[in-house]
């Protein structure tokens, strides 16, 4: 049963602590991202992975941080340099090329206090 | 870098009827991938329709179908005899060489019954 799995569905933390969201997937694609959404608002890029073991900042790179040491993991850590960590975070991957669609994990509800 | 806008922050349509969300992208690049996505109440990211930039005929996916003016750089979807369920919102997404993807704003879509 391929897909993307993202844990936990919700996280709580601290002002001044990092915090470090899980993406796996099992599709068996190259390429794999990171996206933040606020309240109402659309999908913005916050990094995103070509190949094991490189990976490029996109809109909202500030504050996080990524690694991709496989190719089926692409962690997130939201540090605490994040001014408003507060927020709901997608993960996706893909296959490489334009014309392939991504395919999304169900989501990290993250609330910082 | 790439841009994609959704100038309709919401949009109404009576079930069973027809409706077309906006979108317009910019880009420098000859070669890229345009995307819709449907996004529940729950959060979840549902691909719909995939327009490929050196597509000469529209995508069409059941329902869903893509009115594609390259000269415009727009890539509105119809959505054809509305139901109740495709209340969500719609982001229009667009990938590039490059391979990173990037959304708009979104529409709010409510199926009035």
């Known amino acids: 049963d391929g897909g993307i799995t993202q844990s936990p569905k919700y996280l709580f933390r601290k002002e001044g602590q990092n915090v470090t969201l899980s993406c796996e997937q099992n599709?068996?694609?190259?390429?794999m991202y990171w996206y933040r959404q606020d309240p109402g608002q659309g999908l913005r890029l916050i990094y995103y992975?070509?190949?094991?073991?490189?990976?490029q900042k996109g809109d909202i790179a500030e504050g996080y941080s990524v690694s991709r040491e496989k190719k089926e993991s692409f962690p997130l850590t939201v540090t605490s340099a994040q001014k408003n960590p507060t927020a709901f975070y997608l993960c996706a991957s893909s296959t490489r090329g334009v014309g392939y669609e991504q395919y999304f994990g169900p989501g990290t509800r993250l609330t910082v206090t | 870098a790439q841009k994609i806008t959704q100038t309709q922050p919401g949009m109404f349509v009576q079930e069973k009827e027809a409706v077309t969300l906006d979108c317009t992208y910019d880009t420098s690049d000859p070669s890229y991938g345009l995307f819709w996505y449907k996004q529940p109440s729950s959060g979840e990211m549902i691909f719909l329709i995939y327009?490929?930039?050196?597509?000469?005929q529209n995508a069409t996916e059941g329902r869903y179908s893509l009115n594609f003016q390259k000269a415009r750089k727009s890539a509105n979807l119809v959505i054809s005899a509305s139901q109740l369920g495709d209340s969500a919102m719609y982001f229009c997404?667009?990938?590039?060489?490059?391979?990173?993807?990037?959304f708009g704003a979104g529409t709010r879509l409510t199926v009035k019954p």
């Open positions: 599709l068996n694609h190259d390429a």
């Open positions: 992975s070509q190949i094991v073991n490189d990976f």
């Open positions: 997404a667009m990938r590039a060489y490059s391979g990173d993807m990037r």
């Open positions: 327009q490929g930039s050196y597509d000469q």
